[in-house]
T-cell receptor, first 113, second 112 residues
Framework: NAGVTQTPKFQVLKTGQSMTLQCAQD?????MSWYRQDPGMGLRLIHY???????DQGEVPNGYNVSRSTTEDFPLRLLSAAPSQTSVYFC????????????FGSGTRLTVV | GEDVEQSLFLSVREGDSSVINCTYT??????LYWYKQEPGAGLQLLTY?????DMKQDQRLTVLLNKKDKHLSLRIADTQTGDSAIYFC????????????FGQGTTLQVKP
C-alpha cells in the first residue's frame, strides 16, 4: 500500500512552459484534491474530484486543469506556467470525503523562472 | 465560503502544554480537523472532531469545539521537541462533497 504518490518531487519550469503533476493513490479512494501551499497562506484548494469523471473547481483554479479518467489517478496540468505558480503542490485522497479524513502525498516543489 | 483563521506562531518550553487556536466562519461546518506538517513533509492527520461533539481526547491531544463562537482549539500536553511543526486547522461541510478548507497554519516552536 503506497498511499498517495506524487511525481515529480521537484521541478523547475520556464515561464510559458506546460507540465503535468502526477498523483496516484492505491487505496480505492473516491475523493481526491489538489492544494497549493504558499508561505503564510496555508493550503488553498485548486481542484477536487468526487469520483472518476467528476471534477470541480476550488478556491484558486485559474491556470490549472484536471481530469479524472480513473479512480486511481488525478493529474494536475499547468497550461502556461507563470512565476506566480511557484509553490509546493499537494495531492490528497479520501475514502469517504470529509468523513474519512484526507491522506496527503509528500508534495511537489515547483519553481517557475 | 468558509474561512479559517489561525495565529501564525507559538513558542513553548518542553514539558509545558501548548494550545493552538482556530476560528472558522461557516457555522454549517460539520467536520473539523487538525493536521501536522513537519519540515519538508506532507500533512499528517492528527485528530478530528464532528460538530455534534464538544471535546475529543486522544492521548496527549485534546480538541475543544465551541460552536457558538466558532472556535476550535488543540491542546498538546507535555509538549516535546518532536512536536515542533506547523499545525493546520481545516474545516468542511458535508454538503460540499469533500471540500476541505485550511487555515494558514500555526508554527509551534518547542524550546528545550
Amino acid at each position: 500500500n503506497a498511499g498517495v504518490t506524487q511525481t515529480p518531487k521537484f521541478q523547475v519550469l520556464k515561464t510559458g512552459q506546460s507540465m503535468t503533476l502526477q498523483c496516484a493513490q492505491d487505496m480505492n479512494h473516491e475523493y481526491m484534491s489538489w492544494y497549493r501551499q504558499d508561505p503564510g497562506m496555508g493550503l488553498r484548494l485548486i481542484h477536487y474530484s468526487v469520483g472518476a469523471g467528476i471534477t470541480d473547481q476550488g478556491e484558486v483554479p485559474n491556470g490549472y486543469n484536471v481530469s479524472r479518467s480513473t479512480t486511481e489517478d488525478f493529474p494536475l496540468r499547468l497550461l502556461s506556467a507563470a512565476p506566480s505558480q511557484t509553490s509546493v503542490y499537494f495531492c490528497a485522497s479520501s475514502y469517504g470525503g470529509l468523513t474519512g479524513g484526507y491522506t496527503f502525498g509528500s508534495g511537489t516543489r515547483l519553481t517557475v523562472v | 465560503g468558509e474561512d479559517v483563521e489561525q495565529s501564525l506562531f507559538l513558542s513553548v518550553r518542553e514539558g509545558d502544554s501548548s494550545v493552538i487556536n482556530c476560528t472558522y466562519t461557516d457555522s454549517s461546518s460539520t467536520y473539523l480537523y487538525w493536521y501536522k506538517q513537519e519540515p519538508g513533509a506532507g500533512l499528517q492527520l492528527l485528530t478530528y472532531i464532528f460538530s455534534n461533539m464538544d471535546m475529543k481526547q486522544d492521548q496527549r491531544l485534546t480538541v475543544l469545539l465551541n460552536k457558538k463562537d466558532k472556535h476550535l482549539s488543540l491542546r498538546i500536553a507535555d509538549t516535546q521537541t518532536g512536536d515542533s511543526a506547523i499545525y493546520f486547522c481545516a474545516g468542511g461541510t458535508a454538503g460540499n462533497t469533500g471540500k476541505l478548507i485550511f487555515g494558514q497554519g500555526t508554527t509551534l516552536q518547542v524550546k528545550p
